[in-house]
């Protein structure tokens, strides 16, 4: 899809919100109307354009992918969001729950029945169903497991036993296998016999009668080879695949290296027990990039834009409580100096810079640290090397930009000593930056906690505690 298609699908589907959100609203005051005028044929008059609204409203529901509905859904207040819910078919909750975030997707399967939530819950596969049980009534789990075959069963209970963040988890269990020994010719009539191929089918798995992987054969070898041929001459025979156990998002950086639309997952016999595919690579890159902006600013999970006052008030609360503990430290760091700011009273004018500076900084070197870290660039072997090129950047963006402010401080306050100490207190600010952003991800990873977990609230604390103590700390030594 081209830049200009993707902005016109993204265009279409805003337009469509602000027609849900018209709608919605029309429909809110007319029944306001209707409630304050007096007569007879009002409660009749109400339902009337009650139901209008409703069924152009439904309309419009229909006409949208699943993804979009998630979307609206996701861009809506509580009540709003519910009123759409009621309004979408039963056959499409499975596919719009699994495509709405988890703090969403809550609120939905809150206003669901058990007879609802089964329903939907029966048009899934194995994987998808897995992605959602954790999230039903323990009931519903139970009764849903009963109504499964004993293969269905088998790969639920095994996409379960894997943590969210393993391979085990995100595999899917829908995919074509064939044996090396036939012909391609062969491999085609069979395909043909299928109703459909499942999405993202890129290859064919090739297994022998254990059930082992033996190789791939893309569906473009299929189709430009010679029927005549056997599997075993066209197949690839060292695709790239994975363990149920491995790290999930070290498979996303391999589909994203290895250019791969779909990869075989295998156990440690090497017998094929399913596949991963793009769709789920991207949406766990996609949450991956989520999780690590919300950590850096000190959120512990995502949430709704439009949750209570109170579930917000419990998700930011913990990271606001040490940021009010490090800004009263970096205030009594300034109270130990008040005698040197009211001598000079420049001083408090020019803290700030300094501090500021420092944080931005910092936020920067956290950033490309966690980002390394994240892609496994950063080893042990290579740590050091990588502190000392952060401090080098650090020493020359603090000599040039102090500099600047240094010259900046002289003409405003006719001092050279002042530019001097300003430019010293810059660039030993901004070292501590390098320094802390190394630091801090790197210890968190070393504690088993996400590097990014409220990094940016920490870096910041450091630079602004440090800046001050620095810059006071040198202006109390050489201007007083």
């Known amino acids: 899809m081209t830049e200009s298609e993707v902005k016109k699908s993204q265009e279409s589907l805003q337009d469509r919100l602000a027609q849900v959100v018209e709608l919605l609203q029309r429909q809110r005051v007319v029944e306001d109307l209707t409630h304050r005028q007096e007569g007879h044929h009002n409660d009749r008059v109400e339902n009337l354009v009650h139901r209008q609204n409703l069924v152009e409203l439904q309309r419009k529901l229909d006409d949208l992918h699943s993804a979009d509905v998630a979307y609206i859904l996701e861009a809506l207040p509580l009540d709003d969001r519910l009123t759409v819910w009621q309004l979408v078919k039963a056959e499409r909750d499975g596919d719009i729950l699994l495509e709405v975030s988890d703090s969403v997707r809550e609120t939905l399967i809150a206003d669901m029945d058990d007879h609802e939530l089964l329903a939907a819950a029966k048009e899934m596969d194995a994987d998808e169903l897995a992605d959602l049980a954790p999230e039903l009534p323990r009931d519903v789990v139970h009764e849903l497991m009963e109504t499964l075959d004993a293969q269905q069963r088998e790969r639920v209970r095994s996409a379960l036993s894997y943590d969210e963040d393993q391979v085990g988890a995100l595999m899917d269990f829908e995919m074509v296998t064939i044996r090396e020994d036939v012909s391609l010719e062969v491999v085609l009539r069979?395909?043909?016999?299928?109703?459909?191929?499942?999405?993202?089918?890129?290859?064919?798995?090739v297994v022998d009668y254990d059930g082992k992987l033996k190789g791939v054969l893309p569906i473009k070898r299929l189709l430009v080879n010679?029927?005549?041929?056997?599997?075993?001459?066209?197949?690839?025979?060292?695709?790239?695949?994975?363990?149920?156990?491995?790290?999930?998002?070290?498979?996303?950086?391999?589909?994203e290296r290895y250019d791969l639309i779909s990869a075989p997952v295998v156990d440690k016999s090497d017998r094929l027990i399913g596949r991963l595919t793009i769709d789920e690579m991207v949406d766990l890159i996609r949450e991956?990039?989520?999780?690590?902006?919300?950590?850096?600013?000190?959120?512990?999970?995502?949430?709704?834009?439009?949750?209570?006052?109170?579930?917000s008030l419990r998700n930011r609360w913990a990271w606001l409580a040490i940021n009010l503990i490090t800004a009263f430290v970096a205030s009594r760091v300034i109270g130990l100096f008040e005698g040197s700011i009211e001598k000079l009273v420049a001083?408090?004018?020019?803290?700030?810079?300094?501090?500021?500076?420092?944080?931005n900084s910092g936020n920067q070197t956290i950033t490309m640290i966690v980002r390394a870290m994240?892609?496994?660039?950063?080893?042990?072997?290579?740590?050091?090397?990588?502190?000392r090129k952060e401090l080098a950047?650090?020493?020359?963006?603090?000599?040039?930009?102090?500099?600047?402010?240094?010259?900046?401080?002289?003409?405003?306050?006719?001092?050279?000593?002042?530019?001097?100490?300003?430019?010293?207190?810059?660039?030993?600010?901004?070292?501590?930056?390098?320094?802390?952003?190394?630091?801090?991800?790197?210890t968190l990873a070393r504690m088993g906690r996400d590097p990014a977990m409220g990094?940016?609230?920490m870096i910041t604390a450091m630079t602004d505690s440090g800046g001050f103590f620095i810059f006071l700390g040198l202006a109390t030594i050489f201007l007083l």
Do not use: C
């Open 190 to 205: 069979y395909l043909r016999r299928l109703k459909e191929l499942p999405s993202h089918t890129d290859k064919l798995f």
């Open 226 to 255: 010679d029927p005549d041929k056997q599997v075993a001459e066209v197949m690839a025979s060292d695709p790239v695949s994975f363990h149920p156990d491995e790290d999930a998002y070290d498979a996303a950086q391999a589909f």
């Open 288 to 311: 991956e990039s989520e999780n690590e902006v919300l950590n850096m600013a000190g959120l512990r999970e995502e949430e709704d834009i439009f949750a209570s006052v109170w579930r």
């Open 347 to 359: 001083l408090a004018a020019l803290m700030p810079i300094v501090a500021g500076i420092g944080g």
């Open 374 to 387: 994240a892609l496994d660039q950063v080893s042990p072997g290579n740590t050091a090397r990588l502190m």
């Open 393 to 442: 950047v650090a020493l020359i963006n603090g000599l040039v930009w102090g500099g600047v402010i240094g010259v900046v401080a002289y003409l405003l306050y006719g001092s050279w000593s002042l530019g001097v100490v300003m430019t010293a207190a810059m660039t030993l600010n901004l070292l501590l930056a390098a320094l802390m952003g190394v630091l801090i991800p790197m």
């Open 455 to 457: 990094a940016s609230v």
